[in-house]
């Protein structure tokens, strides 16, 4: 479930304006080997120039978010910086833009790269300003983010995208997994969390099955029926796959019969997990029609 962040290659140019915005009166980076930036372009001139630039900095420890602008001249200024209160931990950074809502405006999810995990936050810029999107707990009186590794999926095929995170990270070694993943849907002011999963999974039809194979574990509190859920294709009804065959510890749980080329949305009874579980998928369809799967349980969390 977790995203690919790997780095881009950045514009040479608008690297380096993002450079020289560097914030150092709020990161304390020991040489300039410490001192780490990554961009998006947020808004485009009708020229296709970026007019408008959402900009992280890291000094290998602490982080910031800054807005650049373009003037009338062509120079950039520092349109917003984020809040002190706004707690960001991460040795690099990445930033990906999508529209989450689909109104036309995108949002940005800002990851803060750590060694187990990558913090998420999810801002919109409302003309002035950014908006803060998630989901946050309170740490010696600062915001951090409650979004580890976050993931976007379209699990509904209506309204705003989900976002699925896990909740913890798990100390190495520890065996089952006490930390759920889980997902979040757009409220009124920011994501919240709408139910726990214990596991998101995509498969492609263009894949050799044998290669269309997840493991997942059993969460130490997970309280049964489990359910198998299937998404097929994206929500204009496209990419749909024309069979899929999932098999969990060789048992067959769902076949062609069932998720086909009219269907959208499956749920089938998973009849018994174990601690350790293998899922595989056989898929027929075009080269591009995919499938999302989520195992879900009974557990109030």
Not at 145 to 158: G, I, K, R
Not at 172 to 193: C, K, N, W
Not at 277 to 291: K, S, V
Request: net charge negative.
């Amino acid at each position: 479930m977790f995203p690919d962040l790997r780095r881009q290659t950045p514009d040479p140019a608008l690297q380096q304006v993002v450079d020289r915005f560097y914030p150092m009166e709020r990161l304390h980076p020991t040489n300039d080997g410490e001192r780490y930036a990554c961009y998006q372009v947020l808004r485009t001139t009708p020229t296709n120039e970026p007019a408008l630039v959402i900009a992280a900095y890291t000094d290998r420890s602490a982080g910031a978010i800054r807005v650049l602008r373009r003037t009338d001249s062509g120079t950039f200024e520092v349109a917003d910086d984020s809040p002190d209160s706004w707690a960001f931990s991460g040795t690099d950074c990445r930033i990906r833009i999508q529209d989450l809502d689909f109104d036309g405006q995108p949002e940005a999810i800002v990851y803060f790269v750590g060694v187990r995990a990558s913090p998420g936050w999810v801002l919109r810029w409302d003309g002035t300003k950014l908006l803060n999107l998630t989901p946050t707990k309170i740490d010696r009186g600062r915001e951090s983010s409650l979004l580890l590794s976050p993931a976007v999926y379209d699990l509904e095929h209506t309204g705003s995208l989900r976002i699925i995170a896990a909740r913890e990270i798990e100390p190495p070694g520890s065996g089952l997994s006490r930390s759920p993943a889980f997902v979040y849907r757009l409220g009124p002011a920011r994501y919240e969390m709408e139910k726990g999963i214990l596991a998101v999974m995509g498969f492609r039809a263009d894949v050799d099955p044998r290669g269309n194979v997840r493991v997942f574990g059993l969460v130490q509190d997970s309280v049964p029926p489990w359910r198998l859920r299937i998404i097929n294709g994206d929500r204009s009804g496209r990419n749909r796959v024309t069979g899929a065959t999932i098999r969990i510890n060789d048992q067959e749980v769902t076949g062609p019969w069932i998720v086909n080329e009219r269907t959208e949305f499956t749920t089938t009874t998973i009849p018994s997990l174990t601690t350790v579980n293998h899922l595989t998928a056989t898929l027929t369809g075009p080269d591009e029609a995919f499938i999302t799967v989520l195992v879900e349980d009974s557990t109030q969390r």
